[in-house]
DNA sequence: GTCTATATTCTGATAGAC
DNA sequence: GTCTATCAGAATATAGAC
């Protein structure tokens, strides 16, 4: 299974797993080839240079990060709650399985804020989406002249990515370990929906 | 007023910058010189390593950071919702004079976890705190039963932390500037611990 | 395509004059 | 205390054989 992977893959993988856990800096082209069982010249056979390996293997965890995002938040078939539903439930399923995704992303956004987000996320506002357009729909008047629409979706998203950025921490202080965790994140599945919908009442 | 600084206070402040902004690995020494106007070898003078210079000021960083927490966790005259108003309103003043320093910290943490987390966190343990025993004692039974109470904390941190970790991020695709971005956080304020409670209901 | 050996650049740190 | 010049080692990238 493992042998059947081009050596183009075999590296891709490897680079994937040590940027993501340590950064683009930290990272060292020998230790990538190491892991991926290749010599450190072919590394560059194939990918040219360290920096053009990672803004590759950047672009497509951005894509794949935003994508599944971009896609709910235009459905027009769904209505606010299973958009809700489908978005934590998405995302927490996702970053189960590469749980150092979002402090990658953010972190390297934050070495090199343009780089990144002109390209990425020039296309998606918030405001243009569908799912903005059902929220302030759902929202009672007075509430919608005293609150600020984007709080909801601010909460929404923190409530789903923050635990995955402050795992570490969390298992630490909250006395659990990684089972725990994941239990917890489980449970998040069903509890961030019912309370948005909760706030927006 | 600048020239008043030390020529050591003048370092620690350009480092503190830079590491903050990029991180350990992605910081360089000449940098934090330059920025400091000195010459790299007073630098080393000082502070005898760039690992030791970074080690202070993390350590200086994760102080001011969980030290605040820490009080009014286990505060005994303050009540429940009280706490929240001073957690939430201690932790938006505080990063709104350092946005960087919540991504920095947790970044650093995952770069090598085992450095600071024992060495900090190693008193709180959340179970152990007044802040706790007052929650569940709020909780109705029922709800006791079916979630756990380390759940709303979480959501307290996520709500409170991650609209900074994702500043740039929210910033574009919410199409907003930093000064709508900090009003914004200053709303947030009230309407954090006020969601929290509604959650607890 | 893959490797070994090597060139080149970068970066942290020190020696030594002032 | 502060600087210039320099070293030593690390890390990226390439040359060239197989």
Avoid at 51 to 65: A, G, H, W
Avoid at 104 to 110: G, N, P, V
Avoid at 182 to 196: D, S
């Amino acid at each position: 299974m493992n042998s059947k992977q081009t050596t183009e893959e075999k590296i891709k993988e490897a680079a994937k797993d040590i940027f993501m856990k340590k950064g683009y800096s930290a990272t060292k082209t020998r230790d990538i080839a190491e892991h991926a069982g290749i010599n450190l010249a072919l590394l560059n056979y194939y990918f040219r240079s360290k920096e053009k390996l990672f803004n590759q293997i950047m672009m497509e965890s951005m894509s794949s990060f935003f994508q599944g995002m971009i896609m709910v938040f235009m459905d027009k078939e769904s209505d606010l709650e299973q958009k809700f539903i489908k978005i934590v439930d998405g995302y927490i399923e996702q970053i189960k399985q590469q749980p150092d995704t979002p402090l990658f992303i953010l972190s390297e956004m934050q070495r090199n804020p343009d780089e990144f987000l002109s390209k990425m996320t020039k296309k998606l506002k918030i405001q243009d989406t569908i799912l903005y357009q059902q929220l302030i729909a759902e929202i009672g008047k007075e509430k919608l002249e005293s609150v600020n629409p984007i709080h909801f979706l601010v909460n929404l998203m923190s409530m789903t990515l923050f635990p995955f950025i402050a795992k570490s921490m969390l298992e630490h202080i909250g006395d659990i370990n990684s089972q725990q965790f994941n239990a917890l994140m489980e449970e998040r599945k069903m509890l961030i929906p019912m309370w948005i919908k909760q706030m927006l009442r």
